[in-house]
Nanobody, 126 residues
């Protein structure tokens, strides 16, 4: 049974930084793509960032490019999202996700991911 557990969310002032972590258990995920999504109140779950199984390829939604960085440590079964220069519009619940298929082409679509964490709240005050 795969479990994803996010941590690192919280309340931060605009312009501040947070680092989210997502640790997978139940299997190793060194051959699986990982992604971060977010959902603001009353809105759909949106793509934020994704990283390929190798760590070589990364994708970002336009609104976070240059501010957020996704990375992974396969030895620790953990994926990170470093968030800098946070804005009030970044306020949302952040979810990590895992693609169960190995070495697949990286996707930004939520339907490409099979396992999801419970989410961690990020609140940016202006």
């Amino acid at each position: 049974q795969v479990q994803l557990v996010e941590s690192g969310g919280g309340l931060v002032q605009a312009g501040g930084s947070l680092r989210l972590s997502c640790t997978a258990s139940g299997r190793t995920f060194s051959n699986n793509n990982m992604g971060w999504f977010r959902q603001a109140p009353g809105k759909e779950r949106d793509f934020v960032a994704a990283i390929s199984w190798s760590g070589i390829t990364t994708y970002y939604t336009d609104s976070v490019k240059g501010r957020f960085t996704i990375s992974r440590d396969n030895a620790k079964n953990t994926v990170y999202l470093q968030m800098n220069s946070l804005k009030s519009e970044d306020t949302a619940i952040y979810y990590c996700a895992l693609d169960k298929f190995v070495r697949r082409i990286l996707s930004v679509l939520p339907t490409a991911y099979d396992y999801w964490g419970q989410g961690t709240q990020v609140t940016v005050s202006s």
